[in-house]
């Protein structure tokens, strides 16, 4: 009666991750492949962010994700969504935070909007990593990125019962900002719900 949803990642997306084995030992190396993807994402028609799951202590990828909004007709289909999507189907479970999974964190290459926010966190994840700040997309992008809680950060870093989800900014915060100043020049649309 309704059509099946299926949102994919782009195929160019393996060869930008390489050896699915590799381990990214820094916060920077991992916030380098969130960035790279973004900025593949740039000049392959999509949206300037790029977002992967990884193991905290051993720097193991799970999961990689860029915006695929425009590609999927699909405003849900950011890249910290892709990636948590990604990274719940390569483990079997909704929940990222499960007892017999190791630590698991979100990289982005920018701050998560408002629903991001949201899905990171129920998602399970216990640390999320960002690039690019929220100002920087609101003023390199023109996007608007939604209300947020005032502490956002303090919310997530303080929630009893849940398990707390620490926070790391301005990881590589210059080479995020640089995507977005690359998609703005390159006149990509930008998506604002009822404008």
Request: aromatic share 6%; glycine share 8%; with cysteine.
């Amino acid at each position: 009666m309704y059509p099946d949803v299926c949102l994919k990642l782009p195929e160019w997306i393996a060869e930008e991750v390489g050896d699915p084995a590799r381990c990214y030992a820094t916060l920077e190396e991992r916030m380098a492949l969130a960035v790279r993807l973004a900025a593949r994402n740039v000049v392959t028609g999509g949206g300037p962010f790029g977002a992967a799951i990884f193991e905290i202590e051993r720097g193991r990828l799970i999961a990689p994700g860029v915006n695929r909004v425009v590609a999927e007709h699909c405003s849900l289909a950011h890249a910290e969504a892709m990636a948590i999507m990604v990274a719940q189907q390569v483990l079997g479970t909704f929940d990222l935070g499960r007892a017999d999974l190791p630590p698991l964190e979100l990289v982005t290459s920018a701050q998560p909007c408002i629903q991001c926010y949201g899905n990171l966190w129920w998602s399970g994840l216990q640390r999320v990593v960002i690039g690019a700040r929220r100002e920087d997309v609101e003023q390199l992008t023109g996007f608007h990125e939604g209300p947020l809680p005032d502490d956002w950060a303090g919310k997530l870093e303080h929630r009893p019962p849940l398990h707390p989800i620490a926070v790391a900014r301005d990881v590589l915060r210059e080479e995020a900002r640089a995507v977005l100043r690359k998609y703005a020049q390159s006149d990509g649309p930008v998506y604002n719900p009822g404008e």
